[in-house]
């Protein structure tokens, strides 16, 4: 009789998914750059609306960060109906913004954050810090 070792197969670890959604596209662009990496794919859209499909489609452990002032929808709302298939497959969703924690918006993504979203961030952060909180999500 033979002795037979068994060896797991070794896989590089999964890439997650970051869906940045924000109605500047030159934005859109940088943060797709800054936020790629071996352990992170960036794809981006300028539209809440498509961004609601392609939500739809990313898989357990992905994130999303969307900018909270669009003209289509706000990314607190894009949060809310999505909610059910991000919870499904464990999507954290954040919020980014600029001015939003200075308005009376700012109280309801705070209110927001546990329940439709998993964090907020404010516009002007730093890129080592952004892509560490997402990457630790």
């Known amino acids: 009789m033979?002795?037979?070792?068994?060896?797991?197969?070794?896989t590089a670890p999964s890439r997650r998914q970051l869906l940045i959604v924000d109605d500047e596209k030159a934005l859109v662009t940088v943060l797709m750059r800054i936020m790629k990496s071996d352990l992170l794919t960036a794809i981006g859209?300028?539209?809440?609306?498509?961004?609601?499909?392609?939500?739809?489609?990313?898989?357990?452990?992905?994130?999303?960060?969307?900018?909270?002032h669009m003209p289509e929808m706000t990314g607190l709302e894009l949060a809310e109906i999505t909610s059910e298939i991000r919870r499904q497959k464990a999507i954290k969703f954040f919020i980014m913004s600029g001015a939003a924690?200075?308005?009376?918006?700012?109280?309801k993504i705070r209110n927001a954050i546990g329940q439709y979203i998993d964090g907020f961030i404010e516009k002007g952060f730093d890129n080592k810090v952004l892509k560490e909180m997402l990457l630790g999500a």
């Open 2 to 10: 033979e002795n037979k070792i068994i060896v797991p197969e070794i």
């Open 101 to 107: 924690s200075f308005m009376p918006e700012g109280v």
């Open 45 to 68: 859209t300028t539209s809440p609306l498509e961004a609601k499909n392609l939500i739809n489609n990313l898989n357990n452990g992905d994130l999303v960060l969307s900018d909270f």
